[in-house]
């Protein structure tokens, strides 16, 4: 069975302040897939990024950013600067690499004040 | 291509009656996925094809839910008799097989609400 946990429900900043989103997976999947997908008020969700289970290296993608620790099976997520646009739900989510279903985190609701 | 699109995008039903939804992925996608997602909660799998057929089903298909992908392009997701608590927003996704990334790409959902 998967689990995808994301502790944080609401997160709320001030323009341009960073903001880090956590997530916690359990698997028994040697190999998986990791993701980040961001829903708007307008209700579709969009991919951000991926990351598979043996590249532990973290990356920076414009102002989003990542921090992948096999060892604590957790894959943050942060916004460098944030925006207002940067408004929405944010879920992580995990799928084996040949269990093609995502399992979602609950997800954590970010608001960026002006 | 437009992305992935789903029809209709709200459906308002009473309790009881039957009601139809439709995903028409994007067009090179292998890949389709159902996914409901209720207020405040993260979008659970329903079921996927690969081409035609229907290779997993979770158990929160109940027996009044069937879906079908005839010719490996678009999707139909059926609710019979539908309950109260099939409220939810449906939405679909696809993804390519090839890719080898299992990444997917959602449409903008339809919100049922069973009365």
């Known amino acids: 069975a998967q689990k995808v946990t994301q502790a944080q429900t609401e997160i709320s900043v001030v323009e341009k302040e960073d903001v880090t989103l956590d997530c916690v997976y359990e698997?028994?999947?040697?190999?998986?897939?990791l993701f980040w997908y961001k829903q708007p008020p307008s209700g579709e969700l969009v991919f951000l990024i991926r990351?598979?289970?043996?590249?532990?290296q973290n990356e920076i993608s414009g102002r989003y950013s990542w921090n992948f620790q096999k060892s604590t099976s957790s894959f943050n997520f942060t916004i460098t600067a944030s925006q207002v646009v940067d408004s929405a739900v944010y879920f992580c989510?995990?799928?084996?690499?040949?269990?093609?279903?995502?399992?979602f985190g609950a997800g954590t609701t970010v608001t960026v004040r002006a | 291509d437009t992305g992935v699109s789903q029809n209709p995008r709200h459906k308002i039903t009473k309790r009881g009656q039957n009601v139809t939804f439709r995903c028409d992925p994007i067009?090179?996608?292998?890949?389709l996925y159902w996914y409901r997602q209720t207020l405040g909660q993260g979008p659970e799998f329903l079921t996927y094809?690969?081409?035609?057929?229907?290779?997993?089903k979770s158990r929160l298909l109940s027996d009044r839910f069937s879906a079908e992908r005839p010719k490996g392009s678009f999707s139909t997701l059926e609710i019979q008799r539908t309950e109260q608590g099939d409220s939810a927003m449906y939405l679909c996704?696809?993804?390519?097989?090839?890719?080898?990334?299992?990444?997917?790409?959602f449409g903008p959902g339809t919100r049922l609400t069973v009365l």
């Open positions: 996704a696809s993804s390519e097989a090839a890719s080898g990334d299992n990444e997917q790409f």
């Open positions: 698997t028994r999947d040697t190999t998986y897939y």
């Open positions: 990351r598979n289970s043996f590249d532990e």
């Open positions: 989510a995990l799928s084996g690499i040949n269990d093609y279903k995502l399992s």
């Open positions: 067009s090179e996608h292998n890949r």
């Open positions: 094809f690969q081409n035609e057929a229907q290779l997993e």
